[in-house]
């Protein structure tokens, strides 16, 4: 089992930055990508940014150039710093994560944090 939890949501003026984290903890060596999602009301979860094992990582076109995806192997923590934040950033972000074992793929998500950004 691997368990994550999210932190950094808030609320932020347009032009504003947030740093969401997400603390992994329980059998997380087996996991080989761990990336953010989010979900606006009305619409489907899509892909913020991702980031494999080996520090490979993939962007969604809207976070390109202002979101930019680290982390810190010593913490178990992923960070998603969010930079010139837009309206259309507003959604719940979830923390998610991916392991195999055995040949059998196992997913998991965070609770998820609010960002609302208005002014």
């Known amino acids: 089992q691997v368990q994550l939890v999210e932190s950094g949501g808030g609320l932020v003026q347009p032009g504003g930055s947030l740093r969401l984290s997400c603390a992994a903890s329980g059998s997380i060596n087996s996991i080989y990508v761990m990336g953010w999602y989010r979900q606006a009301p009305g619409k489907q979860r899509e892909l913020v940014a991702a980031i494999t094992s080996g520090g490979n990582t993939n962007y969604a076109d809207s976070s390109k150039g202002r979101f930019t995806l680290s982390s810190d192997n010593a913490k178990n923590t992923m960070y998603l710093q969010m930079n010139s934040l837009k309206p259309e950033d507003t959604a719940v972000y979830y923390c998610?994560?991916?392991?195999?074992?055995?040949?059998?793929?196992?997913?998991?998500w965070g609770q998820g944090t609010q960002v609302t950004v208005s002014s």
């Open positions: 998610h994560a991916t392991r195999v074992v055995a040949g059998t793929r196992y997913i998991y």
